[in-house]
């Protein structure tokens, strides 16, 4: 389990193809690896991946066909938000992520207003039906709260701390993102709908 709240930003150095899938080499400065052993996980955009070794500020996962089918920016080099597994006893500081993406949308606008920045993002249509005003939504790995959903695209108001510390800042129009919708909306639907 995640909280959504970034640890670090890491790059991908390497991408090694692999029979069905790829091995992917994360580095980061500022993520602290005193505590990380392989079979760990850390989540890479969103995506739960578990570390399969280690080496000073850099560790290696493997990336199954499945999961590079069904997310976004796991296949080349360039930087990913980072969040570690969270431990029972630490503060839940966004809300309770799985780290298994739901689909991939799509920035329809990623612009200042005032201080902050407005991020609109078109959902897939069988992923919009679980997005709620003023309810959660994990964006690239990042715990986020939805302003308005309308027509399957919700909006979403940054601040300047979530834009500096994060991948967000280099969204652009047309930029497709991981997404995973918040667990308890699709636990509810689950036990209203249990023949969908």
């Known amino acids: 389990m995640f909280t959504g709240i970034i640890e670090a930003v890491g790059q991908i150095k390497r991408v090694e193809q692999r029979d069905k899938g790829v091995r992917l080499t994360i580095a980061s400065e500022r993520l602290d690896f005193s505590d990380v052993a392989v079979g760990d996980s850390i989540t890479a955009n969103g995506v739960c991946l578990t570390v399969t070794s ?4 850099a560790y290696t996962v493997d990336v199954s066909q499945e999961s590079l089918n069904c997310t976004v920016g796991l296949s080349e080099l360039g930087e990913v938000n980072l969040e570690k597994a969270m431990r029972l006893s630490d503060r839940l500081g966004g809300h309770l992520v799985s780290g298994h993406v739901d689909g991939v949308g799509e920035v329809v606008k990623f612009e200042p207003v005032g201080e902050s920045y407005l991020l609109q993002i078109r959902a897939p249509k069988e992923l919009a039906r679980y997005i709620a005003a003023k309810g959660s939504i994990t964006i690239n790995g990042v715990s986020l709260t939805v ?5 399957g695209i919700f909006s979403i108001n940054l601040i300047p701390h979530t834009v500096e510390v994060t991948t967000l800042k280099h969204l652009q129009q047309g930029a497709r993102v991981n997404l995973e919708v918040d667990m308890l909306a699709r636990y509810v639907d689950r036990l209203l709908h249990p023949d969908n």
């Open 54 to 57: 280690l080496a000073g500020n």
């Open 147 to 151: 302003n308005e959903i309308r027509d």
